[in-house]
Structures are given as structure tokens and as C-alpha cells.
């Protein structure tokens, strides 16, 4: 690994709600840094960034642009993004690719709604924030007040200009407390560290339009702003298509690792003709970029926005998605396909138009987040295609989830083909998109398979049963997956893994979601009742504000279709002195959803587009399968059971003996004869060299998340943090191994951590071990188990019913977790008594003695 090389590189954003002078902040900071002559404003129409026509004529930036400057030893590119709600896709493209934002905030208003949408947008994507409250030479707030309202933000965000800076950096961890109380001060790497895991959030105050405070802003953000560190090997990530005057089709990405240089092939065989370093209209060509540096790239056409370059992967789904539906009808066309067809270079640079044809009804769609986006892309439309083109028929748009976890099972097997995929589908909290993982064991499905199933999963939007809306907010995991050696191709899994999901989607219980908006409306107090009524009737959430000026302000969310028409209805009542506005919040559930689910008329039987149904093949022929009879002739098992899941199953519960699940064992499978591993697990021969040599001494396995999950007490303290419940568990294993004195082994998982490798360690009188990634803590017990069966008497503490199945296929004895606490409880009960009753014994001997020495005198 290396740092940046030569001078430090650092790619930085301005984001802000609209009218808080981004703009010309970053005017500002280019003057200053002597990259432009004069100061542009935005209401004359020459600002260095908004060159295009319809961002000078509406005064708003509309597109991302790039910048360049140098202060001291840093080389900045500086992103200049939308402000406005409508172009909220544009700014968030931007985010994957900077090392630092700078949130803009307006001093004159303080934290506005959209300011808001943004914070939550960097915590998403975990970016190191600077703040810079704007406008300061005409506010009537305090920067108290202000700090106030940041603080409502996070309470990490800290005033640099204070007194206690650096005393309310120090409180952030121990280390940098010990440091302060001995220095009465912290260093620069401190701060950098505190910032770079968003610990603390650097605010300053200033003017950019009078110049004020900007020095002082680029000291502070230079000197904290965290250094990037990147791999020597060619990386990049692409956050943005565009065309230059001349109809060059133009690749902007940052170079996350390595360096690239001009004629350079990459892996999809199209070569680099071009690399430019654009600053502002102008560019400046170069033979070679390197890790930290923004860049377009001509000659590059075959990738599409979010792609890695250098690694084959995707960026993680947007966290924001359009709201608005329309038709797209074409003036002077006749043919809506070929308008279709053309209309697909606006897709590929904006991704979250979400454009789509309807061959039945010969319909263009797309997605817009409000009518400003509308006019604007209605007018590039016109300009860059020379087609004339209404919206009509705007529509919300649903998103659709479940409510507990199923399995969906897809089976596709004409004849001379073959794939059959489980996936296991779970609801996630609200905003956390669609994610998707693969829980299958390499030696069950050669990872080149899973890693298409994935592909698949991820290619396609997948609808709901509902209405035919996008899923969302749901993890989609990879459980079975079985094919032929001979027989399949890759599109068999493709079409064995959309109708697993669709199976699933069938069978589980579909939740409607509606997307809903934060809003705020100030009405002079005369009108405060009706606002409240009409508030009240939209089915909206608020709080009431004291305005000034005899005016109140209501903020809350409600549901967007109930909100788009208000605007005309509050100028009506308060004759002209009321304003109400609304910017996109969050999908949530929708209140009444029988009347919305029955406007669609949408049939999930009868969509040909998104089957439900699988293929199976007798006698020489396939014939399809209805979603609910799946199951019944899947050629996988079925998952019993899901850790880790969401769901609380309730069941009656029954006792079995260790003797009768091994006689069902042993009568359903017969005397384990075979080996079931093929590979000795990595920390086996370790164990097994361990200084308990005795015969058959017993040995303790603890499935440690399982029993941390099960035990009230430790899962209380785990909700809070984690780590503490983790260390709680191996004290408390430390004391149980003293009071059993046998082997004892907590495992827990690690294997999401990327690039793990797996640990362990001895702690005290215990062994802790870690598994490496993609392993989990119940295939390594089940491994160990196998392995060290014939050494110990293995007892194996967790709850998960199938790998006590297993467990005792092993010829191991099983603990539940409740079992264990009792145990544990019991021990610990016994300690203490026969520890007081030893002090109690002391005690009196000791008096006995003194009576004694008492007596002889």
C-alpha cells in the first residue's frame, strides 16, 4: 500500500440546500488560490462553474463540474454539485468518488430540509465532513444558535474557532484524552484521525460572497483533512458519462489505485485514447493520472455509471431514488421506439431516469424528482436530440417489501438445460435499499456460479406482486444453488434466479410502500387552524414552530401524493402570505393500500415479464410449474432455519434427548462412515497440540454470537456496543473454564470482514478464535467437531437447531443457551457460597487464635 504520490491528492465536494452560495464558495476558493482572476456571481451570470445555458439562466448549478487547485502542498479537485432537490441523483453520483465533503449551510436560514437528505447521504456513504456556514455577513442567527442546530445533526460537529476545540475532540476516545490532559493540546494526526472516522466534524463560519473566512477555511481543511491511502494496482470508479461540444462520448472517473496512462487497454479490450483534466469548460490533456486524481476518458464507451474499472465490481445502489413517473410522448415523431432508442444516451449519464418501453402499449416512462428536473431535461431533449417532447400522466412511484423472511426457489430445466437456485429473502429497516450476499459453500456450487447468480440478482430491477413496483429495502442472500455438469449454461441461471426471487415474492406477505416528504409551511397564526386541519387530513406528522412577524411554521413528513397539490390551496387562504414547500424524504408504508393496489389492476399470474412459475423436465420434455408447488419438487432441500434473520419464530418447544436425535440419525443416515470434510480446518492441528494432552478430557464449543444473542444480559449490552458484549462473554467463559476444567473454544464470525484471514487466540485459560472471511462460526464448529471427535468429549454450546443436528451426527454431545446460563448461573452460585463459607472458616480460626493469644497472656 502507498500513499498518494507526490503532493498529497484530495477530491473534495460542495454540498448544500439551494441558494446557500456553493457556488460561490467555490468561486471563492479558486480565487483565492489563484486559479481564476475575478470573482464570478451567480446573479450576473459569470461564475467560473455554472457555464451551461440553463444553470446562468435559472441561477442554479444543474450538472457536476470539476475544478482544480493547489494550496500549500495539496492538489484539490473540487466537485461543484447540484443544490436543488430535483438534482439530488446528480449530487449523489458525486459522493462515491471524494475523500472529503464540505457541507455548505446557509447562516441566513441555519439547517434547511435538504441540508438534512445530504447528512444522511454522507453517513451513508461514511465520507469525512467539513462544515462551512455561509453568509454569516447578513445573518440575524448566532453562530450559537447555529452550532445549535448542527449539533441537532450529530453532536460531533464541533466549532474549530472555539475555546474547547480541542477539549471536544479530546472527548471523543481515551487515547486522545490521556494526550490532551498531558499536553494541554492535540496534534494535527489526531484531528486527521478523529475526521476521518467522521468522530468529529470541523465547523467555520465565513462569507464567501465578502471573502471572509476562506483563508482560514483552507488552512483548516488542509491541515485536517485525512490523507488517502490507495494500492499500487489499477482501479477506478466511474461516476459520470457525458459529450463534449464535439460529440465525444466522455468517461469521468477517480483513479483509486495505480496510475493510468493514455493508449493504456482496459480489461473490457477498448483503449484509452484520451485523458483529460478538466477545470472548470477548459481541460487539459495528459499521458498519465494517478491514485486520488479525477479524470475523463475518451474513447471509452462500453461502461456504465458505478462501474470499477480494474475490478469487475459495482459501487453500492444509490440511497435515492425518483419519486415521479411520466409518459414521455414525442411531438413530431410517429414511432415511439425509435424516439426510445435515442432517448438511451440520457439513461446511460443518468442512470436513476430509470427510462423504460412498454412494447404492449408502446409507452415511454421515466422517473423525474419534480418539475424543474422536467423542464430542464424537456429542453436538453430538444437541443442535444432535435425531438419536440411532453411529459404527461405523472404517477407515484410505489416501492414494494415483505414483511418477515422467506425462501424463494427458482428451477429452470427444459430439456439439454439445468439450474435450480434457492435465495433467501429478509425485510431490511426503511432506506437501506436492496442488498444482496451469497451464503454457499464452495465445495456445494463452484464460485464462478455463485458469482453469476449474483450478477443476475443485481442486473435487473426486480418487481413486486402488488402493483409491479421496484423491491426494496430487502437483503437478497444466495442459500442453494445446484447445476449440471454437462447441461447448463449461463443463462439457465439467470433465468432459475429471477424466478427464485419471484417465487419468494409470491409466497411471502408484500408490504406497499409510498414515498413521503419532509415539508415545511409558514402561515400567518389567523391561518394556523386550518393549516393544522389540512396537515391533519393529508395524513401528515409535524411540529408546530413560532415564527416572527406574526407568522407560524409547521414542519413534518406526510405522503407525497398527498402534498403535490397543495401549494395553489395555501396561496388561496392566506390570499398570497403563506408558503409551502416539500423535497423527497424517505418510502414508507403506506397507510391504506387496498385502494392503490386496486388502481393498478396489476396480475402477478399473468406477467410474462416476471414469471413466478418454474420449469422442470420429465420424460424428455419441460413443462412449467406453478409458484406455490415449487417447493414440493425442488431438487435442493429447503433451509430449516436462518441465523442471524429479523423474524422471531415462536414454536412449542420439545425436549430430545442426545440418545434419541443419535438413534433418528443413525436410523435416517446411517453409522458415519465417511469423511465430510475435505480440508482439515485451519486451526485444528493447533487445538489438538494443545497443552491439554489428557484422554477424552472434555472440550467446550461456544457458537459465541449465538450465546452473546441468547444471554439477556449480554444481548442488552451488545445492543449498546458490541465489543463490550464480546469481552463480557470471554471473561465469563474464562470463569466457567475454572469452574469445568475442561477445553474450552468461543468462536465467532468474521467472515464478512473483507480479506480476512481468521485468528485465534489465547485468552487467560480459553481459546478465542475468529473465522476468515466467507467462513461462518457454524461451518468451522461443524469442522472442528469432525476433527477433534476422537480426542475429546466435545459439547458444543448454541441453539440453532440445525447445526445441533449436525452436531450430533458428529457424535458431540449439544448445550442450548439456556441450558448453558443455567449451568453457568450454577457454578457461579456455588463459587460464592463455598468462597464465603472459606472466608467464614478464616475468619473464625483467625478469632479462635486471638482468643488463644488472649488466654496464654
Known amino acids: 500500500m502507498v500513499e498518494t504520490l507526490h503532493s498529497r491528492d484530495l477530491c473534495v465536494a460542495l ?59 495539496t492538489k484539490f479537485t473540487l466537485v461543484d454539485t447540484p443544490g436543488h432537490s430535483d438534482f439530488s441523483s446528480e449530487m449523489e453520483r458525486s459522493l462515491q468518488v471524494l475523500d472529503v465533503a464540505i457541507v455548505v449551510v446557509n447562516g441566513a436560514e441555519g439547517v434547511q430540509a435538504h441540508t438534512k437528505m445530504i447528512w444522511k447521504l454522507l453517513e451513508y456513504y461514511h465520507i469525512p465532513t467539513f462544515i462551512f456556514v455561509n453568509k454569516m455577513d447578513m445573518s440575524y442567527l ?10 441537532a445533526l450529530s453532536s460531533n460537529c464541533m466549532w474549530v474557532e472555539s475555546d474547547s476545540f480541542y477539549e471536544d475532540v479530546a472527548m471523543v476516545s481515551e487515547e486522545y484524552l490521556s494526550y490532551y490532559l498531558e499536553h494541554n493540546t492535540l496534534s494535527s494526526d489526531h484531528i486527521q484521525e478523529a475526521v476521518s472516522t467522521r468522530s468529529v466534524f470541523p465547523v467555520c463560519f465565513g462569507s464567501a460572497l465578502k471573502s471572509e473566512g476562506i483563508v482560514e477555511f483552507l488552512e483548516i481543511l488542509t491541515q485536517y483533512a485525512p490523507t488517502p491511502i490507495y494500492p499500487d494496482t489499477f482501479k477506478a470508479i466511474v461516476y459520470k458519462k457525458s459529450m463534449d461540444d464535439q460529440g465525444n462520448r466522455l468517461v469521468h472517473c477517480k483513479i483509486t489505485g495505480g496510475k493510468l496512462v493514455v493508449k493504456s487497454v482496459l480489461e473490457n479490450g477498448e483503449k484509452v485514447d484520451q485523458i483529460r483534466l478538466y477545470n472548470g469548460p477548459k481541460y487539459e490533456a495528459v499521458n498519465e493520472v494517478y491514485a486520488g486524481q479525477i479524470c475523463a476518458l475518451k474513447g471509452i464507451s462500453q461502461v456504465s455509471v458505478g462501474d470499477i474499472l480494474g475490478s469487475g465490481e459495482q459501487q453500492r445502489k444509490p440511497l435515492l431514488s425518483s419519486y415521479l413517473s411520466y409518459q414521455i410522448v414525442a411531438v413530431d415523431h410517429n414511432d415511439p421506439y425509435v424516439v426510445y432508442k435515442k432517448l438511451q444516451v440520457l439513461a446511460e449519464e443518468d442512470p436513476q431516469l430509470s427510462l423504460s418501453y412498454d412494447t404492449s402499449t408502446q409507452e415511454i416512462r421515466i422517473r423525474l424528482m419534480g418539475e424543474i428536473q422536467c423542464e430542464i431535461l424537456q429542453r436538453s431533449i430538444q437541443e442535444r436530440l432535435n425531438i419536440q417532447v411532453v411529459f404527461e400522466k405523472p404517477q407515484i412511484s410505489y416501492r414494494e417489501t415483505i414483511k418477515a423472511p422467506v425462501e424463494g426457489v427458482g428451477h429452470f430445466e427444459p430439456l439439454r438445460h439445468y439450474a435450480e437456485v434457492h435465495v433467501w429473502m429478509e425485510p431490511l429497516p426503511v432506506g437501506s435499499g436492496i442488498q444482496y450476499a451469497v451464503d454457499v459453500p464452495r465445495d456445494s456450487l463452484d464460485i464462478n456460479w455463485q458469482r ?28 442453494h444453488g445446484k447445476a449440471h455438469l454437462k447441461h ?6 439467470r433465468e432459475a434466479t429471477y424466478r427464485a426471487v419471484r417465487q419468494g415474492l409470491m409466497e411471502a406477505e408484500s408490504i406497499l410502500l409510498e414515498p413521503y416528504g419532509s415539508f415545511t409551511l409558514t402561515v400567518p397564526t389567523t391561518n394556523m387552524s386550518r ?38 390551496i395555501v396561496a388561496s387562504y392566506t390570499k ?30 399473468r406477467d410474462i415479464h416476471n414469471q413466478s412459475s418454474s420449469v422442470f423436465c420429465a420424460h424428455g420434455a419441460g413443462y412449467y410449474v406453478p409458484w406455490n408447488e415449487v417447493k414440493a419438487n425442488a431438487h435442493l432441500p429447503l433451509r430449516v432455519t436462518q441465523r442471524e434473520t429479523t423474524s422471531v419464530v415462536r414454536a412449542k418447544k420439545y425436549h430430545i434427548s442426545d440418545e434419541e436425535m443419535e438413534r433418528v440419525m443413525m436410523r435416517t443416515f446411517g453409522p458415519n462412515r465417511t469423511k465430510l470434510f475435505k480440508e482439515t480446518p485451519k486451526y485444528s492441528d493447533e487445538l489438538q497440540r494443545s497443552e491439554v494432552k489428557e484422554s477424552k478430557k472434555a472440550c467446550v464449543l461456544v457458537d459465541g454470537y449465538n450465546l452473546i444473542f441468547g444471554w439477556d444480559e449480554l444481548t442488552s449490552m451488545a445492543k449498546e456496543d458490541l465489543y463490550s458484549a464480546r469481552i463480557e462473554l470471554i471473561h465469563r467463559l474464562c470463569n466457567y473454564q475454572g469452574y469445568k476444567n475442561a477445553l474450552v473454544v468461543v468462536v465467532f464470525d468474521a467472515y464478512k470482514v473483507k480479506d480476512n484471514t481468521g485468528s485465534i487466540v489465547k485468552n487467560d485459560n480459553i481459546y478465542v478464535i475468529y473465522t476468515k472471511e466467507a467462513q461462518t462460526a457454524d461451518s468451522y464448529i461443524e469442522k472442528v467437531t469432525h476433527d477433534l471427535k476422537h480426542q475429546y468429549l ?54 479462635a487464635d486471638i482468643r488463644k493469644l488472649n488466654e496464654d497472656k
Open 794 to 847: 466435545i459439547t458444543v454450546v448454541t441453539s440453532d437447531s440445525a447445526e445441533q443436528m449436525i452436531v450430533i451426527g458428529n457424535r458431540a454431545g449439544r448445550m442450548s443457551v439456556r441450558e448453558f446460563v443455567m449451568e453457568y448461573e450454577y457454578y457461579e452460585k456455588q463459587f460464592y457460597l463455598e468462597y464465603n463459607q472459606t472466608i467464614s472458616k478464616s475468619f473464625n480460626h483467625s478469632l
Open 488 to 493: 447448463t449454461e449461463g443463462g439457465d441461471f
Open 142 to 151: 448566532s453562530k450559537e444558535h447555529i452550532m445549535k442546530e448542527l449539533q
Open 452 to 479: 453469476l447468480i449474483l450478477t443476475n440478482l443485481a442486473e435487473k430491477e426486480h418487481l413486486g406482486v402488488l402493483t409491479g413496483s421496484p423491491i426494496t429495502d430487502m437483503r437478497i442472500t444466495v442459500i
Open 531 to 568: 393549516a393544522i386541519y389540512d396537515i391533519d387530513t393529508r395524513e401528515g406528522k409535524y411540529e408546530i414552530i413560532e415564527g416572527m412577524d406574526g407568522n407560524v411554521t409547521l414542519q413534518g413528513s406526510a405522503p407525497i401524493r398527498l402534498l403535490q397539490d397543495y401549494q395553489p
Open 15 to 73: 454540498l448544500a440546500h439551494v441558494d446557500a452560495g456553493k457556488t460561490t464558495l467555490s468561486e471563492a476558493l479558486l480565487y483565492q488560490c489563484g486559479v481564476i482572476r475575478k470573482l464570478g456571481r451567480v446573479d450576473h451570470q459569470n461564475t467560473n462553474l455554472d457555464y451551461d445555458i440553463q444553470e446562468r439562466e435559472r441561477g442554479i448549478t444543474i450538472y457536476n463540474k470539476e475544478a482544480r487547485f493547489t494550496y500549500h502542498n
Open 576 to 605: 398570497g402570505s403563506g408558503v409551502f414547500s416539500f423535497e423527497f424524504d424517505e418510502y414508507r408504508p403506506c397507510l391504506h393500500p387496498e385502494e392503490i393496489i386496486a388502481s393498478f389492476h396489476y396480475d402477478p399470474d
